[in-house]
Each structure stands twice: as structure tokens, then as C-alpha cells.
């Protein structure tokens, strides 16, 4: 009987498993549609339905409603049909090459059909993978394009990956671009939106329907940045990479009655090789759709002390945001900040709200300023008042009292009076005699001194020198 029961459990767990990482797919029959995650899509639990022609065009369906205009199943028949404005281009030099509509130029001598010339299909635990290949010959050079799509269930979001080979005695840059006209949630308006900072950029459209956030966008992961991204009028999305030499103009429509498209861009340059780029598509968001909010943006590090980039944080407390949403902070590098109440360079900073659940997705940001203050402005900070030495050493150290860090050209002078007159301590590690010091803080960039520290006084405790061992007598 256990026996059976183990072999009914076991059954079920791998049923459970076929099911979360179905996909549909021919990858010889480039006319069929592959869909990943055929039965879902339905609702808010089953994940993504994904649905790729043959030349890599997109029609995903996320709680039983399509996201790509037109609202309807990609058809078969074709590996170029799209849903509507949908598509990818590789553009070398003049010449375009599109899987879809996207920079489709019927009747254009330079405009050119980019068909599939092989794909697989692959099933690697509750995830489903398709790569199309494509292979283009211009001028007797022979480039080459990958496009793969990968999906986890039940995630929110897909990965597209592009590697693009550029071949050696090339001399023309190289260009890809895929975008599409947007159906977000049923609905064909909404405002457009980028945040992040550096190359980490998030950028599509997002709205509030009853309630709900609806969310659909680009995210940067990996490899060679965008450089350049669209999410505007989507009738426009041909004109734009027309017009500024095929890569999108950084343009953001923020209107919310906005009949909206999205689209990044990439220049691979003209040089030989393989290069790549990593995207997340996603399709649901839980960070807040505003900007962290602040009592004040500006921070003055005094004399170098770090500061704490969140103590002037105003927003949700980050114990009640949505599971997986924090707060993100990023360097005037553009590097994460692994610590931000402990910030010690000074610069432009950038925070949003970041959900960790649905592939980082992020809320619009705040730009935050950390300065230098000057280091004679406030009297130095010590741990105690008192010193006395510890035997069998006589002498103490003052500058153990003072925990700080100074910036270059800032020193810490130890004096025997209040108005740092006279000649400072020569030697502050090694105190031998017995007394009331103070402390300055003295700037030689600015020609100044701090207020004085409070008075510490050096108690000195009398040391036998004789020993703490009886001598030996032979």
C-alpha cells in the first residue's frame, strides 16, 4: 500500500512538472505558432501564455487577456504574421531586415523579409526555451542573428536574448531594434515610463485599472546596452527609427491617453564578432507606481562622516511594501549601493522601488545629493572624557577617544587649552604626561579650526617597574 501511495505521489509530481513547462512547438515547420505555457495565461496564478511565430513575433496572453494589438491568437500560416505593429529588425548599414512589421518598407529596394532558417525547443524543468536562427548574406559577407525566448512558470515576465554575429570585413554598424503596439490589460491607452539609472533601465507603459496595477515592459539584464528605447504614439514607431538612423530616440510619452507602442534599440557597432543582449519582457509589477518620496533629497556629509541616505525616507515603511518590493539605491557609477545608510562619497544617487518577484521591475525614481560639508563647523565627537593608562604602559593614546574618518588634508590636533594656541601635542598616540587636553579638528585646504572637543582629562596611574615576577636566586 505505501508502495503504491509513493508511486501515485511520484506520478503527480511529474505530471505536475510536464504541465508547469508545456510548450507547443515544430521547430522544423517554421509556419507554426509555438506557444509556452499552452493552458495558461487565464488568470493571476498561471503565469504567461506566450505565443512566437516562427520569425520570433509576440502574442502573450496574461490574466485571460491579450497584451499585443490586436487583442487576438498569433495565426499560423506564415513565420512572418504578426498580432498587429509587432516585430524585430536587424538593420545593416541601410538595409532592413524584419521579422515582422517592424520596419517592413513594402516596395523599398533596402527593405527586406528576415525568414527563420532553423530553431529548437527545449524543456529544462518548469522552463521552456525556443531559438530562432536567422542568417543574412549582404555584399557576399554572411550575418548571423539568434533570437531566443525562454519563460519560467508561473512567472510574469519572459527573457528574449539576441546574439547578433557581425563578419569580419564588415564596415557598416549593425542594428536591431523589436517593438510592438501595446493592449495593456484590454485596454489601448496608457502612459509611458522609464526608470532606473545607468544602462539599468526599465522602460514600457503602466496604469491603474480598478485598482489593480497593470504593468508591460522592458527590462535591461545583461550584455550590450540599449541605446535607445520608445514607448509613445505607436503609429510612429516606424517613423522614429527612420528618422534617428534606426535606433529609437529616447522618446517617453507620458499622457494617459496615449494609444501606445514600446521599443528598445541596440548599435553592435561595425567591428567582428558575437555580441548579445538579455531582456525581460514583464507583464506584472508590484512596486508602487510613484516615486520614493523624501523630506529632503540633499545630504551633507560633515567632514566626511557617512550619511544615511534613508533617514530622510517619507514613504510606505519598508516593512509594509508588497512581498519582494525594497527600496534600491544606485551610485553616481551606477553600481548598487550595498550599504545606503552608510554613504561616504559624495555625488548624484538614485532610488526606486525595486520588486524582487517579478524580474526587478521598478517604480519611477528619486535623484538624491550628497555633498561634502566643511570639517570646522562642528567640534569633533569622542567616546569619553577620561583616559588613564593601563600598566605596565605609562603613556596613553588620545586619538583612541575619536572614532571618526577624515578626509585628506584634515588632521586631528591635540592641545593643552581650549583656544588651540601654543604648539599641539607632538605625539598624541604616546601621552605621557598627565593632564586636560582638547581636541580640534584642523582643515589646512581651508585654514581653519573646529570648535574645541570637550575637556578630556589623563589621569595617570603610577606603574611599578619593578616587575610582576620574584627574581631568581641560584
Not at 546574439?163 to 489601448?188: C, F, M, R
Not at 581636541?439 to 574645541?452: E, G, K, Q, R
Request: aromatic share 10%; proline share 6%.
Amino acid at each position: 500500500m505505501r508502495k503504491n501511495l509513493l508511486q501515485i505521489l511520484f506520478f503527480l509530481t511529474c505530471l505536475s512538472m510536464q504541465v508547469n513547462a508545456q510548450m507547443i512547438c515544430t521547430p522544423t515547420d517554421f509556419n507554426d505558432v509555438t506557444i509556452m505555457n499552452p493552458t495558461g495565461g487565464t488568470n493571476t496564478t498561471n503565469g504567461l501564455r506566450t505565443e512566437i511565430s516562427g520569425a520570433g513575433n509576440l502574442q502573450v496572453m496574461a490574466n485571460n487577456q491579450y497584451q499585443m494589438y490586436s487583442p487576438n491568437p498569433l495565426q499560423g500560416g506564415s513565420p512572418n504574421n504578426t498580432p498587429g505593429v509587432n516585430g524585430i529588425a536587424l538593420v545593416i548599414g541601410q538595409d532592413t531586415y524584419s521579422t515582422g512589421s517592424i520596419l517592413n518598407q513594402i516596395g523599398v529596394p533596402s527593405s527586406h523579409i528576415l525568414v527563420p532558417t532553423g530553431s529548437t525547443c527545449n524543456t529544462m524543468g518548469n522552463t521552456t526555451e525556443h531559438s530562432i536562427t536567422f542568417s543574412i548574406t549582404k555584399n557576399s559577407l554572411i550575418y548571423g542573428l539568434i533570437v531566443t525566448y525562454s519563460y519560467t512558470y508561473p512567472n510574469s515576465f519572459i527573457t528574449v536574448k539576441y546574439d547578433v554575429t557581425i563578419p569580419p570585413g564588415n564596415s557598416e554598424s549593425v542594428k536591431l531594434s523589436q517593438a510592438w503596439d501595446t493592449y495593456l490589460a484590454g485596454g489601448d491607452y496608457g502612459p509611458g515610463f522609464v526608470s532606473g539609472t545607468g544602462s539599468n533601465l526599465t522602460m514600457g507603459i503602466q496604469k491603474t485599472v480598478s485598482g489593480e496595477v497593470v504593468y508591460e515592459a522592458f527590462k535591461y539584464k545583461s550584455g550590450k546596452a540599449w541605446n535607445g528605447y520608445y514607448s509613445a504614439v505607436f503609429n510612429e514607431i516606424n517613423f522614429n527609427l527612420q528618422f534617428n538612423q534606426y535606433i529609437f530616440s529616447n522618446t517617453i510619452d507620458t499622457n494617459p491617453t496615449t494609444d501606445n507602442g514600446i521599443g528598445i534599440s541596440i548599435n553592435y557597432g561595425s567591428s567582428a564578432g558575437t555580441f548579445s543582449t538579455t531582456n525581460d519582457i514583464i507583464f506584472k509589477c508590484n512596486a508602487p507606481t510613484s516615486a520614493p518620496t523624501f523630506s529632503s533629497t540633499s545630504y551633507t556629509m560633515t567632514c566626511g562622516s557617512p550619511v544615511n541616505l534613508k533617514s530622510q525616507y517619507t514613504g510606505t515603511p519598508e516593512a509594509s511594501l508588497p512581498a519582494g518590493v525594497t527600496l534600491v539605491f544606485y551610485d553616481p557609477s551606477g553600481n548598487q549601493v550595498a550599504d545606503p545608510t552608510a554613504v561616504s562619497t559624495p555625488g548624484t544617487y538614485n532610488v526606486f522601488y525595486s520588486d524582487a518577484n517579478n524580474a526587478g521591475c521598478t517604480s519611477p525614481s528619486t535623484t538624491l545629493t550628497v555633498t561634502s560639508g566643511g570639517c570646522c563647523s562642528t567640534a569633533p565627537s569622542l567616546s569619553s572624557n577620561t583616559i588613564t593608562n593601563t600598566c605596565p604602559t605609562e603613556t596613553v593614546n588620545l586619538n583612541s577617544l575619536y572614532s571618526g574618518s577624515l578626509p585628506a588634508g584634515v588632521t586631528l590636533e591635540w592641545y593643552t587649552n581650549n583656544t588651540h594656541t601654543g604648539t599641539p601635542v607632538a605625539n598624541p598616540t604616546a601621552v605621557a604626561t598627565a593632564g586636560t587636553y582638547y581636541t580640534f579638528v584642523h582643515d589646512t585646504s581651508a585654514s581653519c579650526f573646529s570648535p574645541a572637543s570637550v575637556a578630556v582629562t589623563f589621569t595617570k596611574t603610577t606603574c611599578c617597574l619593578a616587575g610582576t615576577a620574584a627574581p631568581v636566586i641560584n
